[in-house]
């Protein structure tokens, strides 16, 4: 059974727009939550995270929410680029010692 | 180096043979760890090495899998009698405490079981 879902399994926005990819999980217990992208042929690389005290970060054109409530978290990417197709996990964790889970990945496609 | 290192990069075995896998992570950087990747599938968690202990081995798919890790740098992952099944890019990732602070991945070694 998986604890961290990323329903779409892939996302086509044209340039210039905004991306929102999305992840659900199931353990109330996460309380760390992080965004990677990868592309072919490379390792995952970390692009932004946040913890369960906010409900929002924000980093230049990327901002992660977060809705406890719901076990939802997001990422918006404004404006998207043609730079920005790859494919993006999220990840939740903890504070303790125990390592990310993953989710299954959303492949982004930005359009020029 | 400047990020996380693994080797080969490629690594084409014959079903029944033992491999071994390579990761030199970042210097500095006390916890280690190795996903896999399999076909369509998301990182599948197997070990994660805190100093030269493993605290949680729980993801290693079967007694064939093992890894160690020598003076709290370099790890190595061993696969003994590789199944077609084993195939799969594996990711080795370390970071600065383990808990809390953020993964940085290796380019992964892309292993085919033919």
């Known amino acids: 059974d998986q604890q961290v879902k990323q329903n779409s399994p892939s996302l086509s926005v044209q340039e210039g727009r905004i991306s929102i990819l999305n992840c659900d999980y199931t353990n109330s217990m996460f309380d760390y939550f992080l965004w990677y992208k990868k592309y072919p042929a490379e390792g995952p690389t970390f692009l932004i995270s946040?913890?369960?005290?906010?409900d929002k970060n924000e980093d230049g054109r990327f901002t992660v929410f977060l809705n406890k409530s719901a076990k939802h978290l997001s990422l918006h990417i404004v404006p998207s680029q043609p730079g920005d197709s790859a494919v993006y996990f999220c990840a939740v964790g903890n504070s303790g010692n125990t390592p990310l889970v993953f989710g299954k990945g959303t492949r982004l496609s930005v359009i020029a | 180096g400047a990020g996380v290192s693994q080797s080969p990069s490629n690594k084409v075995t014959e079903k029944g043979k033992d491999v071994e896998l390579r990761c030199d992570p970042i210097s500095g950087h006390t916890a280690l760890y190795w996903y896999r990747q399999s076909l369509g599938q998301g990182l599948e968690f197997l070990i994660y090495f805190q100093g030269n202990s493993a605290p949680d081995k729980s993801g290693l798919p079967s007694d064939r899998f093992s890894a160690e890790r020598t003076g709290g740098s370099v790890s190595t992952l061993t696969i003994q009698r590789t199944q077609q099944e084993d195939s799969a890019v594996y990711l080795c990732?370390?970071?600065?405490?383990?808990?809390?602070?953020?993964?940085?991945f290796g380019n992964g070694t892309r292993l085919t079981v033919t």
């Open positions: 946040i913890s369960s005290i906010k």
């Open positions: 990732a370390s970071s600065l405490k383990g808990s809390g602070s953020p993964l940085h």
